[in-house]
């Protein structure tokens, strides 16, 4: 037999090793997707988070307005009286629609704190699209079973 074919030992691959080049062109293109990603999740953060401070700023603005008596803190200030159900900050999804169409300032600061409980939600679902970006198929997934706990977290409480 004049020709033989080489067949690679276990383990070792069929293809040609890459050049040089070729590993410094991947390595680029890897270091590009990262910083893609990390870009993106950290405009997610800032924008929550200023989104959040501010929707929040913008309602005590209201909540003061409408209440000028809240500036002196005469009597007892309790956590009870803000979090008890006769209260007049939104308990529900119900009752925050009821208070954002009246455009209440308590209705606004749950609104902001609402948002802020979103931003780090969001940010593992930006997670997910930038492993799927990756093509990393095994972190797509666990971050994908962290998101659906998050999620079920504000359902069951």
Same mark, same amino acid.
Do not use: C, W
């Given at each position: 037999?004049?020709?033989?074919?080489?067949?690679?030992?276990?383990?070792?691959?069929?293809?040609?090793?890459?050049?040089? #080049?070729?590993?410094?062109?991947?390595? @680029?293109?890897?270091?590009? /997707?990262?910083? =893609?990603? @990390? +870009? &993106?999740?950290? %405009?997610? !953060?800032?924008? *929550?988070?200023?989104?959040?401070?501010?929707? $929040?700023?913008?309602?005590?603005?209201?909540?003061?307005?409408?209440? &000028?008596? %809240?500036?002196?803190? =005469?009597? /007892?200030?309790? %956590?009870?009286?803000? &979090? =008890?159900?006769?209260?007049?900050?939104?308990? +529900?999804?119900?009752?925050?629609?009821?208070?954002?169409?009246?455009?209440?300032?308590?209705?606004?600061?749950?609104?902001? !704190?609402?948002?802020?409980? &979103?931003?780090?939600?969001?940010?593992?679902? $930006? *997670?997910?699209?930038?492993?799927?970006?990756? /093509?990393?198929?095994?972190?797509?997934?666990? +971050?994908?079973?962290?998101?659906?706990?998050?999620? #079920?977290?504000?359902? !069951?409480?």
């Amino acid at each position: 037999m004049t020709g033989t074919s080489e067949v690679p030992a276990p383990g070792a691959s069929a293809e040609p090793p890459a050049s040089g #080049a070729d590993r410094v062109h991947h390595r @680029e293109v890897d270091e590009e /997707k990262l910083r =893609n990603v @990390e +870009t &993106a999740i950290s %405009y997610v !953060l800032r924008i *929550g988070v200023v989104a959040s401070v501010v929707t $929040v700023l913008i309602g005590l603005v209201m909540v003061f307005r409408h209440h &000028a008596g %809240y500036f002196s803190l =005469n009597g /007892k200030v309790s %956590y009870h009286s803000v &979090a =008890n159900r006769h209260s007049i900050f939104p308990h +529900t999804i119900g009752q925050l629609g009821t208070a954002l169409s009246h455009g209440t300032g308590e209705g606004i600061i749950v609104l902001g !704190l609402i948002i802020l409980l &979103a931003t780090p939600v969001l940010r593992v679902a $930006v *997670g997910v699209l930038s492993f799927i970006y990756e /093509k990393d198929p095994p972190m797509t997934i666990v +971050t994908l079973y962290v998101l659906g706990v998050l999620i #079920a977290s504000f359902f !069951l409480g």
